[in-house]
């Protein structure tokens, strides 16, 4: 969504406009902070410098991130997908998706002579580090998250023998550890934040000695999402969340919506949207996961202002301004080929 494509609206504290609607006239709400967070923007960055500065191909193990719209308009320039580093010829290079990758992965690249480029966004990389610190210190680990995720795929792999996956509060009465006096547990980064809370709560209770990282492993972005959706949803009727079904991040926006009791639908873009959806509705909120592209989100709200939306709201929710800086992989490379300095990450 393009600044003019909002309306002028006046500033109220920490929210742009107050949610307050006509009768009968409808409305987008459009929330902020949505779509890109600094470590999907990295990685996206990082595999356009790649194609840029060596050519096309580049290979990418699994998806860079969680988006078919960013995966297809990579793989058109060049970018080649590959499910297992197995499958990316000897002495090629590759780029680590954003969700980090496991030792043992590592460990097959170097044997192969793959040239490495890690996009992994240094969140994740924070929670790798948590994980060998607390399995070096004897710590039994209970790892909250997905197991069918990249990204517990390769927390799982820092400290295999030590550590346990829980998904659901169920899952914790059933955990046995050698010494319930010394556990730790991590989550996911792209976590619900009431589902992580259950889950730790429990998990006190079964192990009240139990310690966790000092700050939260849910990413800023993951949280600053959910928050807005929390506090615009009331004023909706219909919560639209633009991301991929395998974005797990995106996923838990719709249920932020769906927990406050409005209805939600994650979409990939326009064309998922039923206008039977759209049926009595006047308010309908938009954000976007964090591997979304704000394209997408465009793409959405035109279809909305055409089928009688045209009034719509930015609602700031929080501002948010974090930047990473590229991986000394891609940094060191460009220099050895005598390539000009990287973009700095948007």
Not at 6 to 27: M, Q, T
Not at 34 to 62: H, M, N, Q, S, W
Not at 102 to 122: F, M
Not at 240 to 256: A, D, I, K, Q, Y
Request: glycine share 8%; proline share 5%.
């Amino acid at each position: 969504m393009t600044t003019t494509a909002v309306e002028s609206i006046p500033n109220h504290g920490s929210h742009r406009g107050s949610g307050d609607a006509s009768p009968g006239k409808k409305r987008v709400l459009l929330l902020k902070p949505r779509g890109f967070c600094a470590g999907v923007v990295r990685a996206i960055d990082v595999v356009k410098i790649a194609l840029e500065t060596f050519g096309a191909p580049i290979y990418v193990r699994r998806e860079i991130v969680h988006n078919r719209y960013v995966v297809n308009e990579l793989a058109e320039k060049g970018a080649i997908f590959v499910h297992d580093i197995d499958d990316v010829p000897d002495g090629q290079r590759v780029i680590y998706s954003a969700h980090g990758v496991s030792p043992a992965v590592r460990e097959r690249s170097k044997g192969r002579n793959l040239k490495v480029i890690d996009a992994t966004c240094p969140l994740v990389t924070k929670v790798h580090f948590e994980a060998v610190k607390f399995a070096r210190q004897g710590y039994s680990l209970v790892l909250i998250g997905h197991r069918d995720h990249d990204e517990i795929e390769g927390t799982l792999g820092e400290a295999p023998d030590v550590t346990q996956v829980v998904s659901s509060v169920a899952e914790v009465e059933a955990l046995e550890v050698p010494n319930p006096d010394r556990v730790a547990y991590l989550t996911q980064t792209t976590l619900s934040l009431d589902e992580a809370r259950d889950i730790i709560h429990a998990l006190k209770i079964k192990f009240p000695h139990i310690v966790g990282p000092h700050s939260q492993d849910i990413c800023y972005a993951t949280e600053n999402r959910q928050v807005a959706v929390r506090n615009v949803a009331h004023k909706a009727d219909l919560v639209l969340v633009v991301g991929s079904t395998n974005s797990s991040n995106s996923n838990r926006l719709v249920e932020v919506s769906r927990n406050l009791g409005t209805i939600g639908y994650l979409i990939d873009n326009s064309q998922a949207i039923d206008p039977k959806w759209l049926a009595g509705v006047e308010n309908v909120a938009v954000t976007a996961g964090a591997s979304a592209p704000e394209i997408l989100v465009e793409d959405v709200v035109s279809y909305l202002r055409q089928n009688g939306f045209e009034d719509v709201e930015e609602i700031e929710v929080m501002p948010e301004n974090v930047r990473f800086g590229l991986p000394p992989e891609i940094v060191q490379a460009i220099g050895s080929a005598g390539g000009a300095e990287p973009v700095p990450v948007r």
